[in-house]
């Protein structure tokens, strides 16, 4: 039996928010998805909830404000939330008829509610504004995207809205390293269902193989670019049988600042990059690549997790 995508997209209302919504016109995914969208209210609330749910529609809401009136504000805020997510539910079934989608709200601290319910739901792809808003109304600048980034067990997609028509040609640019995640990244663009004429660009940049995977050997420096062209080059063909327009990149420098660089040169849509690199390091920690591009890109980024075997 095929199983639909699984999408879970956090929603706070917020202009980088709705710009999330329209990107997701421009990430290639499958006709059939199955996507979540979680609205949170950044406010506490006593554990209420009925037996066995972990979150609450708008009836149940206004049954508890009835029963506590302790708890109104906190309550109020959830109905919020509630109607919000409903709001991003009713714009993606215009622009996605076939999609299954549907909506839920949580009273929690946002970055912590969607890494919850990624964890309890296990979808294949969570999806973020860059920017958002607390419950006052307050920027968030980032830190909640970031957050989900670092601690979300699946791919993550921060998201930056364009206003091009969903069915012009896109441009991708593909950060690899010869690593399994960067792999992975690779495999996700070439599953997706680009509009015709899109373009690809694979870049890598020499100084994220400090260190040749030792599958290969100690090389010297010529042979880690004649390696890097090698993987290059068969990323290449694997985009170009998918139907991409591609071309390539192999130049020395910091992936953390080339790979935003060349993508606002380029006019590029979004980057797609692994979560991990050549040396199995988490390119979640601080100063890490993964989470530098997706700070500094002017385009969206999705940071790729392999899915773990079954």
Same mark, same amino acid.
């Given at each position: 039996?095929?199983?639909?995508?699984?999408?879970?997209?956090?929603?706070?209302?917020?202009?980088?928010?709705?710009?999330?919504?329209?990107?997701?016109?421009?990430?290639?995914?499958?006709?059939?998805?199955?996507?979540?969208?979680?609205?949170?209210?950044?406010?506490?609330?006593?554990?209420?909830?009925?037996?066995?749910?972990?979150?609450?529609?708008?009836?149940?809401?206004?049954?508890?404000?009835?029963?506590?009136?302790?708890?109104?504000?906190?309550?109020?805020?959830?109905?919020?939330?509630?109607?919000?997510?409903?709001?991003?539910?009713?714009?993606?079934?215009?622009?996605?008829?076939?999609?299954?989608?549907?909506?839920?709200?949580?009273?929690?601290?946002?970055?912590?509610?969607?890494?919850?319910?990624?964890?309890?739901?296990?979808?294949?792809?969570?999806?973020?504004?860059?920017?958002?808003?607390?419950?006052?109304?307050?920027?968030?600048?980032?830190?909640? #995207?970031?957050?989900?980034?670092?601690?979300?067990?699946?791919?993550?997609?921060?998201?930056?809205?364009?206003?091009?028509?969903?069915?012009?040609?896109?441009?991708?640019?593909?950060?690899?390293?010869? #690593?399994?995640?960067?792999?992975?990244?690779?495999?996700?663009?070439?599953?997706?269902?680009?509009?015709?004429? #899109?373009?690809?660009?694979?870049?890598?940049?020499?100084?994220?193989?400090?260190?040749?995977?030792?599958?290969?050997?100690?090389?010297?420096?010529?042979?880690?670019?004649?390696?890097?062209?090698?993987?290059?080059?068969?990323?290449?063909?694997?985009?170009?049988?998918?139907?991409?327009?591609?071309?390539?990149?192999?130049?020395?420098?910091?992936?953390?600042?080339?790979?935003?660089?060349?993508?606002?040169?380029?006019?590029?849509?979004?980057?797609?990059?692994?979560?991990?690199?050549?040396?199995?390091?988490?390119?979640?920690?601080?100063?890490?690549?993964?989470?530098?591009?997706?700070?500094?890109?002017?385009?969206?980024?999705?940071?790729?997790?392999?899915?773990?075997?079954?």
């Amino acid at each position: 039996m095929h199983q639909r995508m699984k999408v879970l997209i956090g929603y706070d209302g917020s202009p980088c928010s709705d710009a999330a919504l329209q990107d997701l016109q421009r990430t290639g995914l499958p006709a059939e998805v199955e996507a979540l969208v979680l609205s949170v209210a950044d406010v506490f609330l006593p554990p209420i909830s009925p037996p066995g749910s972990d979150s609450l529609d708008l009836p149940a809401i206004a049954s508890l404000k009835a029963t506590h009136p302790h708890a109104l504000h906190a309550l109020e805020a959830l109905e919020e939330a509630q109607a919000l997510a409903q709001r991003a539910v009713e714009r993606l079934r215009t622009l996605f008829p076939a999609w299954q989608v549907r909506a839920e709200a949580a009273a929690d601290a946002p970055a912590w509610a969607l890494i919850k319910k990624a964890d309890a739901w296990q979808p294949d792809l969570v999806i973020v504004g860059s920017h958002g808003r607390s419950a006052l109304g307050r920027l968030i600048l980032g830190s909640v #995207s970031q957050k989900v980034l670092a601690h979300a067990r699946c791919s993550v997609r921060i998201a930056r809205g364009r206003t091009d028509t969903s069915t012009a040609p896109v441009r991708l640019i593909l950060g690899v390293d010869g #690593s399994r995640h960067a792999e992975a990244a690779v495999g996700v663009v070439a599953q997706r269902r680009w509009p015709s004429g #899109s373009e690809a660009k694979v870049v890598m940049a020499l100084e994220s193989l400090k260190i040749i995977p030792a599958r290969h050997f100690q090389a010297t420096a010529e042979e880690e670019r004649v390696w890097a062209h090698k993987v290059v080059a068969a990323t290449a063909e694997t985009l170009r049988a998918a139907g991409l327009v591609v071309s390539t990149l192999v130049v020395d420098g910091d992936p953390k600042a080339l790979l935003p660089r060349e993508a606002e040169r380029w006019q590029a849509d979004s980057i797609f990059v692994g979560a991990r690199g050549v040396r199995g390091v988490e390119r979640f920690l601080l100063g890490s690549v993964s989470a530098a591009v997706a700070a500094r890109a002017p385009c969206s980024v999705e940071v790729v997790r392999p899915r773990p075997p079954t």
